[in-house]
Structures are given as C-alpha cells and as structure tokens.
C-alpha cells in the first residue's frame, strides 16, 4: 500500500467536509456516483480497499454490491463504512449482516471515523499479506507436486529396468538360442552352396547330380526357413524389451487385461520357463477397462518374477493367472502360486518401500510398493493373502 491510501467515497450530505477530513487523515479522497462504479475502483492497483458509502437505497441496490464485494473477499478485502440517517438504522444494522463492516448516523463521529478507517486500513492489510502467503504457499505447492510427480514417474521407469535387468540373465539366454540355430543354419547353408557349385562344375554323372540336386533343394529352404525363424523370435523379443523399457505416458485407455497378461508372461517366459509352470485360466470376451495397459503389464511381471523366485526351492512349481468380469463389469486378476507363502505378519509390511526378503542385489524393496500404487493410479485395489496350498495369491479388482 501507499503511504496515502486510497478512501472510496459517496456522500452527498457532507461530502466536502468528508473529503477535507480524509485528506486531514493522509488518505488520498475519490469519488464515486455508482456501486458499479466503485466495483470498479477497487480493482485498480493503487485501491486500499476502504470504502465509505452514503446509505441511498432509492439510487441503487447496496445490499447487491455488499454481496459482491464479499465474493471477491479472498482476492481483494475491503472496508466498507456506511453513512446514514436515523431513520436508516434497521437497514443499516441488516447490512453489516451481508457485508458492511461498521456504520454511521448523522451527525457523523469524525474522531470515531478516523479510528475505525485506521482499523480498516490494519485489517486490510493483514488480510493481503494472508492471501499473498497463501498464493505464494500455492504456487509452492503445484511445484513441489510436479517434482513429485515426476520423480514418482522416474521411480516407476526405474523400478521397471531393475526387473529387467533381474531377468537379464534368462533373456540373454532366449536371444543365444536362436542366434546359435541362425549360426549353425549359416554354415549348413554355406555347405549346401558348396555342395551345389561343386555339382553345376561337375556335370559328368547327371543322374548322380540330379540325386544330389533334389537333397540340396529339399534342404536348402529348410535350413533358410530356420535362419527366418530365429530372426523372428530375437526381433520379437527386442521388440518386446525396448517397449518394457520405455517410459510410461501415463495414458489411460479402453484394454483388454488378457492382454497385458500374456504379453507380461512373454516377457517374463525366460525367468519363468525353466523351473515354474504357469497355468492360464482367462475368460474369453473381457469388458474392456481404461488403464495404462503398460502399467498394468508392469505389475504383472513384478509379480511373476516374483513367485518365480519365491519358488526356486519348490518342486513342481505353478503359476496360477486367472481373470474374471463381475456382474458390474469390474475385472478381477488373481495371481497365484505354490511357494511356501508370506508370514502373516508380513502381509501389511510387504507394501512398504524398500522392505524385501530377498538376498542383498536381487530386489530394490520397491517393487511391492510401486506395484500399489499404480494399481490405485489405475482406480483399482490390489490385495494379498496365503492360498490354501500354502503359496501367495495376489487379487486385483480394476474399475
């Protein structure tokens, strides 16, 4: 604020002897003829949000413009003193009910008026410092929300390449095999050619050849066919890992949770397939439900690899995933297997970040956790309990 506040006033009675007043107060006097006009007025910058205003009930409707100043009260405070005659006191009495603040009869106590304009003026200002604290506390706020938001994006990303680095020893496994049946199909191909130039510069036995000729056509495309394969296996599984690798949009969109499931188990085939069965019981024709299919995929392979490793010392080892729609076309996953299960006591504890019961370097502790959290991201629950056989089981209901 200035060092003369600015004092809206209306008073025809005695507005010269009010003005000289105001001015004998280091106040800086405007004028105004309408409350629309003085709505106005107290928008303006250098505006100190004091108002002293002639009751005139027949020039326009105060109660309407008491109404409005007390809207904008959290964005601009006021002050609003109120002049009158005696035979206005009821009204004025009802207006400090609607926003009025203090109120006047003629004649008016100028000394009174001096102190409670100073009242106004203290009361104002406090108000504005709250509301600027409380903007800046805002804007604070919105900031500190998108780094949250932004490093819980960063955790999720992160936690996703920590599983796939946990499942790199599988996948480096998957990828040799076809490049070993590309190799051996190369030097098989390699032979043939041999073979087949060896026979077109060699034309004395022509039915030997022609033998000869038809095993090479037999074999060569066999061999071929086997290279073509192994190509598609390793680029389906690149294709698969660069997409587990990406960054999450965080879009949500109509999917089909069947989906997310087999391509969770593709990606976790290599961690799963060489000691754990896994058993599917998917219902045909799901509803579809508005998630971030990635996200969801994400929770699926934490969970496999999961029981996957809580199931290196159990024999004949099972996978359990099932999918259901309810009567409110609500989708229920259930992931299930046959380990020696979770204590009791640790059932609530296995939400909590970092908290793990793997071996130092095989588990952040986060896993669990985030796995929660971007099932509520989804607007679904995800729960645990100990199936009957022993093993853990993992329910999740999506909206």
């Given amino acids: 604020m200035s060092d003369s506040p600015v004092v809206l006033y209306r008073s025809a009675d005695c507005a010269t002897e009010l003005k000289s007043a105001l001015q004998e107060w280091n106040y800086t006097p405007v004028s105004f003829q309408s409350t629309s006009e003085a709505l106005e007025l107290i928008r303006k910058e250098n505006s100190s949000g004091l108002i002293i205003l002639e009751w005139a009930p027949a020039k326009d409707d105060i109660s309407s413009f008491l109404q409005a100043l007390r809207k904008i009260q959290h964005e601009i ?57 409380s ?21 999720f990303h992160a936690e996703r390449l920590s599983t796939l680095g946990t499942m790199s020893a599988g996948l480096a496994h998957e990828i040799s095999t076809p490049i070993g049946y590309i190799s051996a199909s190369l030097q ?11 026979i077109l510069t060699n034309l004395n036995n022509e039915k030997q050849d022609e033998k000869n000729i038809d095993k090479l056509l037999e074999k060569y495309p066999k061999a071929l066919g086997r290279i073509e394969l192994g190509m598609q296996k390793i680029d389906k599984l690149m294709s698969g890992l660069k997409n587990f690798a990406r960054s999450s949009r965080g879009e949500r969109v109509p999917t089909n949770i069947n989906d997310c499931v ?29 998630v971030d299919a990635q996200q969801i995929e994400q929770v699926c392979i934490n969970l496999c690899v999961n029981a996957a490793h809580a199931m290196e010392e159990t024999e004949n080892a099972i996978l359990h995933i099932s999918t259901r729609a309810t009567e409110d076309n609500h989708i229920t996953l259930t992931i299930e297997d046959t380990g020696p299960g979770i204590p009791e006591e640790a059932l609530e ?35 645990v309990t100990n199936a009957n056989g022993g093993g853990a089981r993992f329910v999740i209901v999506l909206h």
């Fill in 188 to 198: 098989t191909v390699k032979i043939f050619w041999g073979q087949i130039e060896e």
């Fill in 262 to 290: 087999h391509m969770a188990l593709e990606m976790a085939e290599s961690t799963l397939k060489y000691h754990v069965e896994v058993k599917t019981d998917l219902q045909d024709n799901l509803p579809l439900v508005e």
């Fill in 349 to 383: 504890s296995i939400w909590q970040p970092f908290y793990t019961t793997k071996e130092v370097g095989k588990g952040t502790g986060l896993g669990l956790a985030i796995c929660r959290n971007l099932i509520r991201d989804n607007s679904g629950t995800i729960d």
């Fill in 77 to 133: 405070p006021s002050y609003v003193v109120l002049l009158g005659k005696e035979e206005h006191h009821d009204a004025l009495l009802e207006a400090l009910h609607i926003g009025a603040h203090d109120f006047f009869l003629s004649p008016v106590d100028y000394p009174l008026l001096q102190t409670k304009l100073h009242i106004g003026h203290t009361t104002i200002n406090d108000k504005q410092a709250l509301i600027d604290a």
């Fill in 135 to 155: 903007q800046v506390l805002e804007r604070y706020a919105m900031h500190i929300d998108r780094i949250a938001a932004e490093r819980a994006r960063q955790l």
